[in-house]
């Protein structure tokens, strides 16, 4: 019963660690958001290869411009040309571009959500760099 009971307050501390990490990068980011919908996918043996469609969201109330997005991900993912160029989000608005991506099929297969990371400009001429959690949502 000991045991269960330490097991279980680990297995408690290791969720809330998980959750304020988790919970600390998309507050990092609450001006922007990052949806995306796996549009073809194509299996080659160990990768896929399709065409993704990316949303960048603009949840601010300046513009931004200059936005590039890259995947943040290390590993066996890449998109054509190695980014999305977006131009300049005004604010409340978003952007979507399509594009080719390359990704290897077991770090597809996982579920877990792509990391983008995102480069802009602020009106004020600053530069800002930000990772995303994306949402992958329907095709």
Same mark, same amino acid.
């Given at each position: 019963?000991?045991?269960?009971?330490?097991?279980?307050?680990?297995?408690?501390?290791?969720?809330?660690?998980?959750?304020?990490?988790?919970? &600390?990068?998309? +507050?990092? /980011?609450?001006? %922007?958001?990052?949806?995306?919908? #796996?549009?073809?996918?194509?299996?080659?043996? @160990? $990768?896929?290869?399709?065409?993704?469609?990316?949303?960048?969201?603009?949840?601010?109330?300046?513009?931004?411009?200059?936005?590039?997005?890259?995947?943040?991900?290390? &590993?066996?993912? +890449?998109? /054509?040309?190695? %980014?999305?160029?977006?131009?300049? #989000?005004?604010?409340?608005?978003?952007?979507? @571009? $399509?594009?080719?991506?390359?990704?290897?099929?077991?770090?597809?297969?996982?579920?877990?959500?792509?990391?983008?990371?995102?480069?802009?400009?602020?009106?004020?001429?600053?530069?800002?760099?930000?990772?995303?959690?994306?949402?992958?949502?329907?095709?």
């Amino acid at each position: 019963m000991g045991i269960l009971r330490r097991a279980s307050v680990v297995s408690i501390f290791v969720l809330t660690v998980a959750v304020v990490l988790a919970i &600390g990068s998309v +507050s990092f /980011a609450a001006d %922007l958001a990052v949806r995306y919908a #796996i549009v073809s996918a194509d299996k080659d043996g @160990v $990768t896929v290869k399709g065409t993704i469609r990316v949303e960048v969201h603009n949840l601010t109330g300046s513009t931004m411009k200059n936005v590039d997005l890259r995947i943040a991900h290390a &590993g066996p993912y +890449s998109i /054509a040309k190695g %980014l999305f160029q977006f131009g300049s #989000i005004p604010p409340g608005n978003a952007k979507t @571009v $399509t594009g080719s991506y390359l990704f290897d099929e077991a770090s597809l297969a996982t579920g877990t959500p792509l990391l983008w990371r995102i480069d802009y400009d602020t009106e004020v001429g600053s530069h800002q760099q930000v990772i995303v959690p994306g949402i992958q949502i329907g095709q």
